[in-house]
């Protein structure tokens, strides 16, 4: 069966750090990749999607930057973390339908 | 493009009350329908889905869904909530070819009172 890895679970970075946040997927290849946001009270808020590796597509102008250096890894970055940042991130992988990860708490202070 | 529009922020209801979660859509393309449930601090598990077919589709938990093309819904129902169902309820839609982005709703949270 398939499953999805998300972490950390729960981040807290000042203004201005830097960040990193990985995700990957078991049993299953060439899925597509998505990284979402989770603002408080907003809903879901597409930022990036692969449909392979080294191939992203942004959603959203912003200081954040995605990766896929594998085909079962998708990595989110910001070389400078600004409060909006602060939120719930979560992965997710469709073949047909869409799976989540369980999502990465960040805050930043 | 497709749009979601879930209707409701918050519904509140007693325990073993029938609920119904609104979720419209507007699409130019055929669609494939969604609902996922989320859990504090936690991913969304998908509920269940319309893809084609049958339009009334069901959970294994008791929820159902009806795909109306004509009114462009795809409301939420239970004949008799529990204090379990307490969650946010998030309605999503995806053009049925040529697109890999799905579009979600602002999402509903469902608290079931005792």
């Known amino acids: 069966s398939q499953t999805i890895h998300q972490w950390p679970a729960t981040l807290v970075q000042p203004v201005g750090s830097p960040l990193s946040l990985e995700c990957t997927v078991e049993?299953?290849?060439?899925?597509?990749l998505y990284w979402y946001r989770q603002a408080a009270g907003r809903g879901l808020q597409l930022l990036f999607y692969?449909?392979?590796?080294?191939?992203i597509s942004s959603e959203v102008p912003q200081n954040l930057s995605a990766s896929r250096p594998q085909d079962r890894q998708f990595i989110l970055s910001s070389k400078k973390l600004l409060l909006s940042d602060s939120g719930f991130y979560l992965c997710?992988?469709?073949?047909?339908?869409?799976?989540f990860g369980p999502g990465t708490r960040l805050t930043v202070t | 493009a497709q749009s979601v529009t879930q209707l409701d922020s918050q519904v509140p209801v007693f325990e073993e009350a029938p609920v119904e979660l609104r979720c419209n859509y507007s699409?130019?393309?055929?669609?494939?329908l969604f609902w996922y449930v989320q859990y504090p601090n936690q991913g969304l598990q998908l509920l269940l889905k319309?893809?084609?077919?049958?339009?009334l589709v069901e959970s294994i938990n008791g929820f159902e869904a009806e795909f109306n093309k004509s009114q462009t819904s795809f409301h939420l129902r239970k004949p008799s909530v529990h204090i379990s169902d307490t969650a946010e309820y998030f309605c999503?839609?995806?053009?049925?070819?040529?697109?890999?982005?799905?579009?979600f709703g602002t999402g509903t949270r469902l608290k079931v009172l005792a």
């Open positions: 997710a992988w469709t073949k047909g339908e869409q799976y």
């Open positions: 049993g299953t290849s060439n899925p597509n």
């Open positions: 692969s449909v392979g590796i080294g191939q």
């Open positions: 699409s130019s393309v055929s669609v494939y």
């Open positions: 319309y893809l084609s077919g049958s339009t």
């Open positions: 999503a839609v995806r053009g049925a070819s040529g697109t890999y982005k799905y579009i």
